[in-house]
């Protein structure tokens, strides 16, 4: 099994920062795309952005130019910078991989269990 755990989340004034890190661990062969998305209370949950395993990165429009999404494949952790932070990125984010696991090699889609980021005005 995989397990991703989150950490960084937190309550930060408008135009704060705060950076999320994800950590993946258990029976991993490789681990191809690894994103952040977030869900806000009454909302859908929506992509930030993702990170390919080479370094491709995409980004929700909302985020673009303040967020940046990074990883250290070697540690199997994935990060997420966030400047210039709004009220309205207030949510719960969340970690998504998808990894390729021992000793099966099925690759399968996983989430965390999520962090909170607050942004107050």
């Known amino acids: 099994q995989v397990q991703l755990v989150e950490s960084g989340g937190g309550l930060v004034q408008a135009g704060g920062s705060l950076r999320l890190s994800c950590a993946a661990s258990?029976?991993?062969?490789?681990?191809?795309?690894m994103g952040w998305y977030r869900q806000a209370p009454g909302k859908q949950r929506e992509l930030v952005a993702v990170?390919?395993?080479?370094?491709?990165?995409s980004y929700a429009d909302s985020v673009k130019g303040r967020f940046t999404i990074s990883r250290d494949n070697a540690k199997n952790t994935v990060y997420l910078q966030m400047n210039s932070l709004k009220p309205e990125d207030t949510a719960l984010y969340y970690c998504?991989?998808?990894?390729?696991?021992?000793?099966?090699?099925?690759?399968?889609?996983?989430w965390g269990q999520g962090t909170q980021v607050t942004v107050s005005s």
């Open positions: 990170i390919t395993r080479y370094g491709s990165t």
């Open positions: 998504n991989a998808w990894a390729r696991r021992l000793p099966d090699r099925r690759e399968d889609n996983y």
């Open positions: 258990g029976s991993i062969l490789s681990i191809n795309n």
